[in-house]
């Protein structure tokens, strides 16, 4: 699964840790995420997209090998 | 919304035993020194039975060590320790199997691998890997 978190928190100017208070994860769990080592829950999926302000398939899509 | 699956705090100690368990530990390898360089001083201890103390000591303060949570605990170290755990089974059953072959490549009595040991090397190999898990997120 690929996802657009970094690009998205860069538009807001946030950094992994303020990501991390806002969806109660640690930053190296925002960190896994967004170089892909991780794929999160649906819960918390939805919590960062409702963050960002945008759909859960704007910041995670499926790529190939899923 | 709440999620009971990832409810990791569920089942945990507070982070404060870690510290309680670590600090069993050394008291339990402080002992051990002092027994060892001091045999004279200890005459009327039962050996055996200090021995029996001292190891389920020491894996009571691993146990409390593994037991209790993270300062951070959320869904990825829960994910992490729910693999780790499967490896840690993995390698206890193995090294049930292969500790009378071992034995028998060095020539000692078969008895195969004790409780205790076994509880140890699994909650030994538990804490390693999820520290190494951990650091390679």
């Known amino acids: ?66 | 919304m709440k999620d009971q699956f990832f409810e990791p705090k569920h089942g945990f100690l507070p982070n404060v035993f870690r510290r309680i368990g670590i600090a069993v530990i050394v008291g339990v390898l402080v002992s051990i020194v002092t027994f060892k360089l001091l045999p004279g001083q200890f005459k009327l201890v039962n050996k055996e039975l200090l021995r029996i103390f001292l190891l389920n000591t020491f894996i009571l303060g691993l146990l409390l060590v593994v037991w209790a949570r993270d300062k951070v605990e959320d869904e990825m170290t829960f994910a992490i320790r729910f693999k780790v755990l499967g490896m840690t089974m993995i390698n206890g059953v193995l090294l049930l199997l292969i500790a009378p072959i071992i034995q028998l490549l060095f020539k000692e009595p078969v008895t195969g691998i004790g409780s205790q040991q076994l509880v140890v090397s699994m909650l030994l190999f538990y804490l390693l890997m999820y520290f190494v898990q951990k650091r390679a997120r």
């Open chain 1, 1 to 66: 699964m690929k996802n657009s978190v970094k690009v998205e928190r860069a538009k807001l100017s946030m950094t992994q840790h303020e990501l991390a208070d806002k969806v109660a994860v640690s930053r190296q769990t925002i960190n896994s995420i967004e170089a892909g080592r991780y794929v999160p829950s649906t819960v918390l999926a939805l919590k960062i997209a409702k963050v960002f302000n945008c759909m859960v398939e704007q910041v995670f899509q499926l790529d190939d090998l899923d």
